[in-house]
T-cell receptor, first 115, second 117 residues
Framework: AQTVTQSQPEMSVQEAETVTLSCTYD???????LFWYKQPPSRQMILVIR??????QNATENRFSVNFQKAAKSFSLKISDSQLGDTAMYFC????????????FGAGTRLAVHP | DAGVIQSPRHEVTEMGQEVTLRCKPI?????LFWYRQTMMRGLELLIY????????DSGMPEDRFSAKMPNASFSTLKIQPSEPRDSAVYFC???????????????FGPGTRLTVL
């Protein structure tokens, strides 16, 4: 069974600084997707970034980038130039692309960006 | 596109009452998922549909919960009778089909916050 672990329950960062959120996962599958979702106080689940396991190149979306280490089963999220609006819960999630169709979430990391 | 639409956004009801949550997926998405989020258990998948057919309902907590998808643009999650422990945020998500078979990125609705007194 696949599991996703986020070892940092809470983190804080100063505005304009860079922060990295950690995520590890366990799977015996070779083809899968990894995601980071953001949940601000409005509780909306917002897709931040998506990574396909077969792609070696790390995904980037503006100020958000990932460090995907397939052998180590690690998928960290880096937020550059942090903004107050980045304050949210961040969930790492795994999806097996072979038809299982279930998105497996980590427990989340609560990020606070301070002025 | 308007994204996934859920209604109501907030629901407060009394124990024993029937509750119906509604979801409209993104047009063209073949998969629809219902999740529940609580502090204790995090995000849990309750049930998902493919082309309006329930595929996996193993996450439905008990017989008081039921879900339907009568057409491609509408789904309901019903709790009857409701209990205080059902209080949670319920999310609906939809996803397109990849390569004709498998699901891809899931897009979430705004959620319904349910409080059962």
């Amino acid at each position: 069974a696949q599991t996703v672990t986020q070892s940092q329950p809470e983190m804080s960062v100063q505005e304009a600084e860079t922060v990295t959120l950690s995520c590890t996962y366990d799977t015996s599958e070779n083809n899968y997707y990894l995601f980071w979702y953001k949940q601000p106080p409005s509780r909306q689940m917002i897709l931040v970034i998506r990574q396909e396991a077969y792609k070696q190149q790390n995904a980037t979306e503006n100020r958000f980038s990932v460090n995907f280490q397939k052998a180590a089963k690690s998928f960290s999220l880096k937020i550059s130039d942090s903004q107050l609006g980045d304050t949210a819960m961040y969930f790492c999630a795994f999806l097996f692309s072979g038809g299982y169709n279930k998105l497996i979430f980590g427990a989340g990391t609560r990020l606070a960006v301070h002025p | 596109d308007a994204g996934v639409i859920q209604s109501p956004r907030h629901e407060v009801t009394e124990m024993g009452q029937e509750v119906t949550l509604r979801c409209k997926p993104i047009s063209g998405h073949d998969y629809l998922f219902w999740y529940r989020q609580t502090m204790m258990r995090g995000l849990e998948l309750l049930i998902y549909f493919n082309n309006n057919v329930p595929i996996d309902d193993s996450g439905m907590p008990e017989d008081r919960f039921s879900a339907k998808m009568p057409n491609a643009s509408f789904s309901t999650l019903k709790i009857q009778p409701s209990e205080p422990r059902d209080s949670a945020v319920y999310f609906c998500a939809s996803s397109p089909t990849l390569a004709g078979r498998y699901t891809d990125t899931q897009y979430f609705g705004p959620g319904t916050r349910l409080t059962v007194l």
